[in-house]
């Protein structure tokens, strides 16, 4: 049995992810009528993972513990014709909160809102904010101490519904040895700002990080289709846990999807984004043997964002050398490159994700990295050809930054792969899990295309297909503006790439 192995494979690493959020409101000392102190949950414990198998299970930072909201009518602070109810969540040894609300209703002119300890709030969210099925995903907020606050008409109290909640309890710390900050991938990354990623601006601009579940970390791909119609869909892959149910994994509904997280310098980690973030609303593809899924944004991204629908070719031609785009360990956007054709192979992998430790095959394109590797956090991030279009999927691998030793001695070199990557063209005509091929979501216009280039947000409709002309889009490669009112959000660094067993040539 042959064995690759991912470093920190025991190790439980979290990450620290600077987002934008809305201005600051009151201070945590305006007097809550109501404080509930949540103790800290038992940490789920390495040894509950499968013995014996070759898994690389998914790390969690955050607990997930049911919370009950049940305002009282003499709980409400009444204003004139508004009134206000206020819960102070009280975990001392948390490290960040997070919520999820199940069979919420809010009246016309309500507001629900969630602030962190240095004020900074999640919200306030609207009755168009909270999905069909009254669910609501509010983003992390750091600290141990928030304030969750209803707002509403005095005359419709009655009329709010809050149904269950569920807070995501950050367990492990922000700081210190297991600190996944700004920088903090392998030292052999290299910026997509560096001199590699002149060339490749389609592939940075199309590729986002995704949080999913206010615990994972995974990389999605900003996808074209054909036709041109600034469909907001997002590929991944399948393992990073996106289900059509909660039985085993996380609704696309979870999802954020970060745009623009990257340096606007090579040697430098700064002007990077931090309030370009777009929610998923529905899983729309998934399948195992390709490892490849599908979701569609709540929203096309504006314009501000600069972002790229990317091209992709589904031909199963391969490529002879391009790149990878991806935020290893969720860090900053790196670009590794690749410079000798890849192969087909057909990987056998014990999966400990979400739903337990099964076998899983994967039909893979297999890449050995000339300059740059991938991480765990990486999954999900494309394999670009010369044409920068997307030809797999990160499914996972053996490519890891080296360690330095001490004073040079011990040091080992930057394992350059192999790393495998689940086929597009095996997902295209595939059925899969839902029963629907992905082309019928990449070919809408059932051109027969097997290849699309990349649109801008500018572009036309119609066109672009192979032969075609098509807007390939241009321009920078994102960024933005520091200085905003930040706060940081603790995800759980999910080991979403695998080991790898018994691999065969396909």
């Known amino acids: ?73 003499t709980e409400w602070e009444v204003t004139g014709d508004r009134a206000v109810w206020e819960m102070r969540i009280d975990a001392p040894d948390a490290h960040y909160l997070g919520l999820r609300l199940d069979g919420l209703m809010l009246p016309d002119d309500a507001t629900v809102s969630l602030a962190g300890r240095d004020a900074r709030t999640r919200g306030p969210y609207t009755r168009t904010d909270v999905g069909p099925d009254g669910r609501l995903w509010i983003p992390l907020v750091h600290g141990g101490t928030a304030r969750l606050r209803f707002e509403a008409p005095s005359s419709m109290i009655s009329a709010l519904r809050i149904g269950d909640a ?45 949080v999913i579940g206010n615990q994972l970390v995974c990389n999605g791909t900003l996808i074209n289709n054909t036709l041109r119609d600034r ?6 892959a399948d393992h990073c846990g996106i289900r059509s149910s909660e039985d085993d994994g996380f609704t696309a509904d979870s999802v954020a999807a970060v745009f623009n997280f990257q340096s606007r310098q090579c040697n430098a980690d700064t002007g990077f984004a931090t309030n370009e973030v777009l929610a998923g609303e529905r899983l729309l593809y998934r399948d195992r043997l390709s490892d490849t899924a599908l979701i569609r944004l709540s929203q096309a991204p504006p314009a501000s964002f600069g972002a790229i629908y990317g091209g992709w070719d589904a031909s199963g031609s391969g490529a002879d050398s391009g790149v990878g785009v991806h935020h290893p360990a969720g860090d900053l956007k790196k670009i590794s490159v690749f410079t000798d054709p890849v192969a087909r192979q057909t990987v056998t992998i014990t999966d400990g994700s979400l739903i337990g430790a099964r076998d899983q095959t994967v039909e893979s394109w297999r890449v050995e990295w000339n300059d740059g590797v991938t991480e765990p956090g990486s999954s999900g991030s494309a394999l670009w050809s010369p044409e920068e279009r997307l030809i797999g999927v990160l499914s996972g691998g053996s490519s890891a930054c080296g360690n330095s030793g001490f004073l040079g001695i011990g040091s080992t070199p930057d394992t350059l792969g192999p790393d495998f990557y689940g086929r597009l063209d095996i997902a295209f005509t595939r059925g899969g899990e839902l029963g629907t091929p992905l082309r019928a979501f990449l070919d809408p216009a059932g051109s027969g295309a097997r290849s699309v280039t990349a649109s801008d947000q500018a572009a036309a409709p119609g066109g672009g297909m192979t032969g075609g002309g098509g807007n390939d889009g241009g321009g920078d490669s994102g960024g933005g503006d520091e200085g905003l009112g930040l706060f940081l959000v603790g995800v759980a660094l999910a080991a979403l790439r695998r080991r790898f067993t018994m691999p065969q040539r396909g």
């Not at 590699?196 to 601009?205: K, P, S």
Request: charged fraction near 15%; include cysteine.
């Open 166 to 210: 569920e807070l995501h309890y950050g367990v492990h710390p922000l700081d210190g040895a297991t600190t996944k900050d700004v920088g903090d991938a392998g030292g052999c990354h290299n910026n997509v700002a560096c001199p590699l990623g002149d060339d490749w601006d389609r592939a940075i601009r199309a590729t986002v990080l995704l």
């Open 1 to 73: 049995m042959i064995e690759t192995k991912h470093p920190a494979f025991s190790r439980i690493r979290a990450i620290t992810l600077l987002l934008a959020i809305a201005p600051a409101g009151p201070a945590l000392a305006a007097l809550p009528s109501v404080t509930v102190e949540i103790p800290a949950p038992q940490t789920p414990a390495q040894s509950e993972q499968p013995a014996g198998l070759a898994v690389q299970p998914v790390l969690r930072s955050g607990v997930a513990v049911p919370l009950a909201i049940a305002p009282r009518a």
């Open 231 to 236: 469909d907001p869909l997002v590929l991944t």
